[in-house]
T-cell receptor, first 113, second 114 residues
């Protein structure tokens, strides 16, 4: 079963605009990771944020984590056509659940040139 | 470092057959996790291996099994294939600490069951 829910399910923007995707989860976590997937290929790791962190940046990506609300957001600034992909959040539930990530259903982002 | 590799990339099998998929993790990574991705169910965890031991298992029937070798390479096997087993199978490698590390994914094996 999926722990996370992502919002919106689909997003279409113009190149140069910012894109924001949200993720909510249900149980406590060790960390939360964001991934990108292009057209049914493998997942590309974007960023990991630990449960004791509130914000993290990597290039044009900004991730926030609010453990009190069990939610995270991914912001892509100055989007490019190459950012068109599906984006997934994945939570590491920790405890005895070693090596297991629980994925949301993903947000499909289309960036129009 | 080379990334995670998976072979084969594509497979076509018929119902009732069995299949073995292979995954080579990033050098130095000792944990390998397997996931199934389908349009209906999304990404679901199959199992995780660390130092040749299965540490965690998802909710899949016993037809799905795996193993890990001393060089950390992993294989998963699906016996008595069903149409519903058609999916993209992804493996991910990690250093293996508890909840501390990123998982890096391979390109996947696309399995089609006819």
């Amino acid at each position: 079963s999926q722990q996370g829910e992502e919002d919106p399910q689909a997003l279409s923007i113009q190149e140069g605009e910012n894109a924001t995707m949200n993720c909510s989860y249900k149980t406590s976590i060790n960390n939360l990771q964001w991934y990108r997937q292009n057209s049914g290929r493998g997942l590309v790791h974007l960023i990991l944020i630990r449960s004791n962190e509130r914000e993290k940046h990597s290039g044009r990506l900004r991730v926030t984590l609010d453990t009190s609300k069990k939610s995270s957001s991914l912001l892509i600034t100055a989007s490019r056509a190459a950012d068109t992909a599906s984006y997934f959040c994945a939570t590491d539930p920790g405890s005895s659940n070693t090596g297991k990530l629980i994925f949301g259903q993903g947000t499909t982002l289309q960036v129009k040139p | 470092k080379a990334g995670v590799t998976q072979t084969p990339r594509y497979l076509i099998k018929t119902r009732g057959q069995q299949v073995t998929l292979s995954c080579s993790p990033i050098s130095g990574h000792r944990s390998v996790s397997w996931y199934q991705q389908t349009p209906g169910q999304g990404l679901q965890f199959l199992f995780e291996y660390f130092s040749e031991t299965q540490r965690n298992k998802g909710n899949f029937p016993g037809r799905f099994s795996g193993r890990q070798f001393s060089n950390s390479r992993s294989e998963m096997n699906v016996s008595t294939l069903e149409l519903g087993d058609s999916a993209l199978y992804l493996c991910a490698s990690s250093l293996g600490g508890l909840g501390m590390y990123e998982q890096f994914f391979g390109p996947g094996t696309r399995l089609t069951v006819l």
